[in-house]
């Protein structure tokens, strides 16, 4: 969905749900469950994931690559 590839985006540098949030201008609870669902997938991955509230997120390399794809589609 566009709020995965917009999440995909800003996760360059690690970043929580709370400022990506800020940046793509959704509810904390909708960029939570986004954050899970590419965690699943593998295209993030949490640095902290014994830290309940502040959960730092960033872009895997199958992250990347995925968004790299996805921009040569013109899609995102």
Not at 37 to 51: H, I, S, W, Y
Request: glycine share 6%.
């Amino acid at each position: 969905g566009r709020i995965r590839r917009e999440l995909l985006k800003h996760l360059e540098e690690p970043k929580t749900a709370v400022m990506l949030s800020k940046l793509v201008n959704k509810h904390r609870e909708s960029v939570s469950r986004a954050l899970i669902a590419l965690e699943a997938r593998g295209f993030v991955t949490c640095l902290n994931p014994k830290d309940a509230m502040h959960r730092f997120y960033q872009i895997t390399p199958k992250g990347k690559k995925t968004l790299e794809q996805l921009a040569k589609l013109k899609i995102g």
